[in-house]
Structure formats: C-alpha cells, structure tokens
C-alpha cells in the first residue's frame, strides 16, 4: 500500500480563485504525478515531478503549477481557476506492481482516491 | 508519441459470461509495459494486470487475463466468468521505461456494464 492521501476529496471554487490541490504519500517515493480525467480522454499528465524541488511539465499544464518541498507531499495549484479546469484529479506515484508467483513486476502507478474539482 | 486506442466506449455483458475489452497500441519502442486499470462507480484506480513486452506468456490474475498480440500491437483484457460488481470504466494504459518522467499514456476507457 503506497500511502497516497489526496486533499480535499471534493471541491466547489468561483471563476478566477486559486486552488490548491495536495497529495501526501507515506513511502518515500522519489517520482509523484498529477493527472486529470475528462470523460472522453482517459487520464493526461499535468505535472510530475522526479524529486524535492524538481518537476516538470506534461501534455496538459497551462493554468497549473507545482511545487515539492519535501519528498512526502506535491501540491497541484490552479493560480486562476476556469470552468475548464472542472475535472477529477488524480495523484500518483510508481512503485512495483507484483504479478503472482514471482514472476516479475512492472512498475506502474498507484494512484491516490482522487479529488473532484468544480469551477463555477 | 506513443498512443492507446479504445474503440469500444461502452459494453454490455450477461452475468457469468466472458467479455473482452479492446486495446490497440502505437509505439516505436521495444521495451514497454501495458497495463489495466479498473475504475468503479466510487472512483478509484485499480490496478489489474500488467503485459511486459518480452514477456513470452499472456498474462493472468484471476478472472483477469491479457490476450497479448505483440505483432497487432494489441493488449485485449479478457473478464472470464462476469459479475455484477465488474461493472466499472476500465482503461488500458501504456508504459515506456525508458522516459521514467511522462511514461504513462491512458486510453479513453471502456464503460463495462454487466447485467443481471
């Protein structure tokens, strides 16, 4: 079990209000990720970040930024919220996932409960 | 750039029945990993199965396996045996290792509805 906490679950914002989304992982993982969903899109990458201090962008960031000051939290935030930016976010981190019988792993993304954002 | 295709944005399956799911994939790559992800009414992602590309078996867990066609590109998720709680949005989603930083490509998601 990674651990991964994300805050609020649920969120009503007014047009043009900063947001703030968190993301708390208990395991030390060095690489944590923010995705949204949008029906019709599956997941796409906003943020990631590869260590304390170090991220980087993905295919959807205009209108978001990020910060980690420790290794343990990843904060998402929408410095001007849009009805746009309406969505279910989804925080993740990669770690193992073991098939059975020791026959191997991949790693893949283990992702925290999700917070749903709502732009009025 | 590396895509994921679902062609099937939504099925229906008796109870007890098989059922596959679609996923057809685009990379120039060698070494990937794909994976399925399950996603039921309540929200969370839900890991199910995971396909290395060298692997030379299709992959099984449980109910769950992957009729994995390296040559079509394609990773099917074959449900045996349905059930009422398989119900759920289902997406497969693609891995490159060797780009550890934007390595997850997701597709749009099948809507499974298993009826009674």
């Known amino acids: 079990d990674a651990g991964i906490t994300q805050s609020p679950r649920h969120k009503v914002t007014e047009t043009g209000t900063p947001v703030t989304l968190r993301c708390h992982q208990t395991e030390n993982h060095r690489y944590m990720y923010w995705y949204r969903q949008d029906p019709g899109h599956g997941l796409r990458l906003i943020h990631y970040s590869y260590g304390v201090k170090d991220t980087d962008k993905g295919e959807v960031s205009d209108g978001y930024s990020v910060s980690r000051s420790k290794t343990e939290d990843f904060l998402l935030t929408l410095e001007s919220a849009t009805s746009s930016q309406t969505s279910v976010y989804f925080c993740?981190?990669?770690?193992?996932?073991?098939?059975?019988?020791?026959?191997?792993?991949?790693?893949?993304?283990?992702f925290g409960s999700g917070t749903r954002l709502t732009v009025v | 750039a590396q895509k994921i295709t679902q062609t099937q944005p939504g099925m229906f399956v008796q109870e007890k029945e098989a059922v596959t799911l679609d996923c057809t994939y685009d990379?120039?790559?060698?070494?990937?990993?794909l994976f399925w992800y399950k996603q039921p009414s309540s929200g969370e992602m839900i890991f199910l199965i995971y396909q290395g590309s060298y692997d030379e078996q299709n992959a099984t867990e449980g109910r769950y396996s992957l009729n994995f066609q390296k040559a079509r590109k394609s990773a099917n998720l074959v449900i045996s045996a349905s059930q009422l709680g398989d119900s759920a949005m289902y997406f497969c989603?693609?891995?490159?290792?060797?780009?550890?930083?934007?390595?997850?490509?997701f597709g749009p998601g099948t809507r499974l509805s298993v009826l009674p």
């Open positions: 993740a981190i990669s770690e193992p996932l073991f098939r059975p019988a020791g026959s191997g792993a991949g790693y893949g993304y283990t």
């Open positions: 990379t120039s790559d060698q070494s990937y990993g």
């Open positions: 989603a693609m891995r490159d290792p060797d780009n550890y930083g934007q390595n997850f490509v």
